[in-house]
């Protein structure tokens, strides 16, 4: 049936080279020729049907006396076997004048030529179909037409041009076919037998064309001196008939998709798509999830990788992570400020949703595992201070004068032990995330929002769990006695610092304690400076945006000094408690992350004692200190802070090594077994650690951003106060802007010196590529 089914392929194919003219007359264009498992279909377009059809009968029966008069290529006439496989005609052959050829010529482009002269030893020099004469190498000829002669140059164009004419490449899966009953190696003009009926170089040109071009049914056999063509067999021409299909479809879909971005590109800002929209459709989701991953370089494959690339291509833009950003954010899928480094450093934005139902079922708990030892300070009066935009209150603080003039203070800290326990969901969430991370859009923290504002953290005239610190201060600052233990306290005050710092400077009498508080902090101060304590203040920017979604936000910008009263008074208590909690775990042998750090290259530090106390003393000191270290037995020494051992303990609802000690203190006083060993300890310390360090990054980099955003919006004229801190070479310096403490190169006059001021203006402010000019004024 199939062998039938050929010869009238073949029969058609002389039939439409050879009769085209007859052919046209009777209005019959081309048979769209659709050969598969035996079923012929043709197609045809205009004229008289009937007429047709009796015309093509006529020539179908007269080409069918001359087939079998005219010998065939088939197993009867003896298709190629593999051993006596001909060479084919133009291979090895000499080149001579006159001879047509294909060449590759730049870029991979195949051009039709005749050869006029040789050009050296082994180049000759062509004319090709476009008119062009060139010189070529041997290796950069495909294929010599056999039996054929060019005269003139122009001949190469008509003869590629009725080339164009008879090319129909479905037609080769008619000879495949045939060819595969046989199951024998073919030749290319075996092929042009059966498909054209002839094998005159026009014929086994086109045939030649076809079989290079084609990656479906045969496999190119090329042997020292010739080269044959194998029919692949079935089964491995359908599985590349459903890889094209599947290929097709998704150059469809990415065609599509392309329109979709373009589509969206050209809308205004508020008409854009929302970002769910997106997401819904599975082929677009996958696409523009890759995109997303590219423009992070997050890419979770080589695939991701490459579909991305498909569509930047597909865009005209270039392949590059700056390039995807910026397509999605003019699509609407990213905003104009998206914070690429969430992304990047995959953080945490949700929790996850077995750690809220975790956080559920805790919320609805109100027993209390430390009832029985917990200690009634709810007499006390409590102050809470902290920034303005602080949401988890962790740790608060009272003071009384003792009858013998000394001062206690208590250090009260939030309970979080009392309602998470080690190795549940919510403390695998908390490790996992390490720290809650604080930018100017948002906040991420380390536990459920309901649970860390509601049960954990501190709040204004409300009864809550705490872990308080009490010490006993002598007059020159010295811990004199110490206890650590649960208790139930109502803070008193939420306060500022700004507020804080105001209260002082009243000096009410009605607020006793706070200043009970300030001079325990300045005998604290003395004493550790005392013992070889640094002093490092730096401002902090704070910045709140609102609505960072829109392009243009509101930025609140202030700056945060260090030697604010009231932050001093906080920053020596939250030191005073991680020192008892260090001296704590050591006399009761409980193993606890204590930090330290030990002193740096500089055993003098007085060599700094000529630059001005502040900014350019404290980036002096930074450069010269040595990195902390752990150790998860015994306390180290912290020789920067001045005492003979530390441990994180104030902030564990926001800080997950500081919970690790809330653990085995809490576990110490319940009388239990401690839930960590000093391995254990490391081991998690480690990895909380890790996660910290990338918080500080995407902090720090999410900071610099709008503050870059806030200076590219103010007035261009505007002038700055820089403070020097240090210079780089010749004249660059490293400086302060100080209404933004934001660090900064700029070349400085002569004369200008470490701790100068100076005015600046900002020349260039870039917050996408990170990029700030300065120049001095």
């Known amino acids: 049936m199939a062998t039938r089914a050929m010869n009238l392929c073949s029969i058609l194919g002389v039939f439409h080279h050879r009769s085209s003219t007859r052919c046209n007359s009777l209005g019959f264009v081309h048979p769209d020729l659709?050969?598969?498992?035996?079923?012929?279909?043709?197609?045809?377009?205009g004229g008289d049907q009937t007429r047709m059809h009796q015309s093509l009968v006529d020539l179908v029966m007269e080409e069918l006396q001359l087939q079998r008069t005219r010998p065939r290529a088939s197993s009867k006439t003896g298709l190629s076997s593999v051993k006596d496989a001909p060479a084919e005609k133009g291979e090895k052959k000499t080149l001579q004048k006159g001879m047509l050829l294909e060449f590759e010529k730049d870029s991979k482009k195949l051009v039709l030529a005749v050869a006029h002269r040789p050009d050296g030893k082994k180049n000759w020099m062509v004319y090709d179909q476009n008119g062009f004469m060139s010189s070529i190498r041997p290796q950069q000829i495909r294929y010599i037409v056999p039996d054929i002669e060019i005269l003139e140059y122009s001949d190469v164009a008509d003869f590629a041009k009725k080339a164009d004419e008879i090319l129909d490449p479905p037609i080769l899966e008619c000879a495949w076919l045939e060819v595969l009953e046989e199951n024998q190696w073919v030749t290319v003009e075996d092929i042009a037998q059966i498909i054209y009926g002839d094998t005159g170089p026009l014929e086994c040109y086109c045939t030649y064309v076809l079989?290079?071009?084609?990656?479906?049914?045969?496999?190119?056999?090329?042997?020292?001196?010739?080269v044959v063509y194998e029919p692949r067999p079935t089964d491995k021409v359908d599985e590349v008939l459903k890889r094209k299909m599947i290929e097709e479809v998704s150059k469809k879909e990415l065609e599509d998709f392309v329109q979709t971005l373009i589509s969206a590109k050209a809308l205004p800002h508020g008409s854009k798509p929302a970002k769910s929209t997106w997401l819904v459709e599975a082929n677009v989701r996958e696409r523009i999830e890759a995109l997303a991953a590219y423009a992070t370089d997050n890419c979770k494959s080589e695939e991701q990788r490459k579909i991305a690339r498909n569509i930047l291509n597909a865009m005209r833009v270039s392949t590059t992570s700056t390039a995807a950003v910026g397509l999605l954010m003019d699509i609407g899928y990213f905003p104009i400020h998206v914070n690429l480094d969430v992304l990047k450093y995959n953080i945490r934005t949700e929790h996850s949703y077995k750690s809220l139902l975790a956080a559920e079922q805790v919320l609805g708990r109100t027993t209390d595992p430390d009832e029985h030892i917990r200690t009634d300070l709810t007499s006390l009066k409590v102050y809470a201070i902290d920034v303005d935009e602080a949401d988890e209150l962790d740790d608060a603080l009272s003071a009384t004068r003792l009858s013998d003039g000394r001062i206690m203070v208590w250090i009260h800290v939030a309970d979080p032990a009392s309602w998470v326990e080690p190795f549940g969901t919510l403390d695998k969430e908390a490790l996992h995330r390490g720290t809650s991370v604080y930018v100017p859009t948002d906040t991420f923290s380390m536990f459920p929002e309901k649970l860390a504002l509601e049960k954990m953290s501190l709040r204004q005239g409300e009864l809550c769990r705490a872990v308080s610190v009490s010490v006993v201060l002598d007059n020159d600052g010295r811990i004199m006695e110490y206890a650590v233990e649960n208790s139930t306290i109502k803070p008193t005050y939420m306060l500022t610092y700004e507020s804080a710092t105001e209260l002082l400077y009243l000096k009410l009498e009605e607020e006793e304690e706070l200043q009970l508080?300030?001079?325990?902090?300045?005998?604290?101060?003395?004493?550790?400076?005392?013992?070889?304590?640094?002093?490092?203040?730096?401002?902090?920017?704070?910045?709140?945006?609102?609505?960072?979604?829109?392009p243009e936000p509101t930025i609140s910008l202030y700056v945060e000094e260090h030697d604010n009263t009231a932050r001093r008074l906080v920053s020596e208590m939250m030191i005073l408690c991680n020192e008892v909690i260090a001296e704590f775990g050591s006399s009761n042998d409980i193993p606890l992350p204590y930090r330290g750090q030990p002193q740096s290259n500089i055993s003098d530090f007085s060599v700094f004692d000529n630059l001005p106390a502040g900014p350019a003393r404290s980036v002096a000191y930074l450069r010269v200190m040595r990195a902390a270290e752990f150790n998860f037995r015994t306390p180290l020494s912290h020789d920067t802070l001045g005492v003979n051992g530390y441990v994180q303990f104030t902030s564990p609802i926001r800080r997950y090594v500081d919970l690790l000690a809330h653990y085995q203190v809490k576990a110490f006083l319940r009388g239990r077994v401690l839930p960590f060993s000093a391995g254990e300890l490391e081991a998690r310390t480690f990895i909380a650690n890790m996660h910290m360090k990338v918080a500080r990054r995407l902090q720090s980099t999410s900071l610099k951003y709008w503050q870059l955003e806030y200076l590219m919006r103010r007035p261009k004229d505007k002038t700055y106060r820089a403070l020097i801190l240090r210079f780089i070479k010749d004249r660059t310096a490293i400086l302060l802007l100080l209404e933004v403490a934001l660090q900064a190169t700029c070349e400085v006059s002569e004369g200008s010196d470490v701790g100068d001021q100076i005015k600046v203006i900002v020349k260039i402010a870039h917050p996408r590529k990170d990029f700030l000019v300065l120049e001095e004024v």
Do not use: C, Q
């Open 34 to 45: 659709r050969l598969r498992s035996g079923n012929l279909r043709l197609s045809f377009i």
């Open 211 to 226: 079989l290079s071009r084609d990656d479906i049914y045969f496999d190119t056999i090329k042997t020292r001196d010739s």
């Open 517 to 550: 508080l300030s001079e325990a902090a300045s005998l604290r101060y003395k004493w550790r400076h005392y013992h070889g304590a640094i002093d490092i203040s730096m401002p902090e920017a704070r910045i709140k945006v609102s609505d960072p979604d829109n």
